[in-house]
């Protein structure tokens, strides 16, 4: 993942491979959002490695829109997307599907182990893809929402509100800027899991306003944003304790 291009942390890679091959639920890991290819480099070695199956990338390798990674002059990302699937001898472990993630959901039918949404990061770009997909979630499965400790508008919402916010999910915390949850309908909603979410939501609620402004944070209030995000726990995370946690 090191050597592909793209805006993964070193700890928000180490993270995404543990849910990769450690969730304890049936069914695909779906990837919305893959611009030039590095989380799913990632995915897709781990999946290869354990015999989980093809990584499900979806993406239309266009940037229409403003929380769009820049192209540099380039009409679409999708060449270099595949040139870092076949560098990395991946390209038969990933199903590629060129396209927006809502024309993915038409007819989608199978269940998801790992629900890993770095597409549009708009609020209405970011439900949607929660909203789309998060039925098909297997129970005990896992969702990571890209960029919630960003200052996009669209990920730290659908994440406090959505996710944070429901009892059907149970563990749920921050690496870097990824923030994910357990899908857990039969329990989610025991006092534990509710009042550790409640705990992690009030903190993450702060960032909610601030990043609405996304780029356009500056002096005090962008000062502000980063001391109100440094009270968020994102640090790493011990991978034997997050194995023991997700546990059904």
Known sequence: MSAAPGFLTEREARFLALAAACTPAPGVILEIGSFKGKSTVGLAS?????????????DPHTAPSSTDPGLGGQASSFEDFRHTLARAGLTDHVEVHRKFSRELATGWNRPIRLLWIDG????PGAKQDLDLFAP???????????????????????????VLGSDRYGPAGCCGSIGWAQYRPVDGGSVRFRAARRALARRAARLVRPSQRGRDLQGLAKLRYKLQRALVPHGDVDPSAWVAAVQP
């Open 120 to 123: 549009d990061h708009t609020y």
């Open 136 to 162: 098909h979630l297997a129970a005990g499965g896992v969702v990571a929402l890209h960029d919630v400790l960003h200052s996009f508008a669209g990920p730290i919402r659908v994440f406090v509100e959505d």
């Open 46 to 58: 781990v999946a290869a490695r354990y015999r989980l199956g093809r990584v499900v990338a979806v």
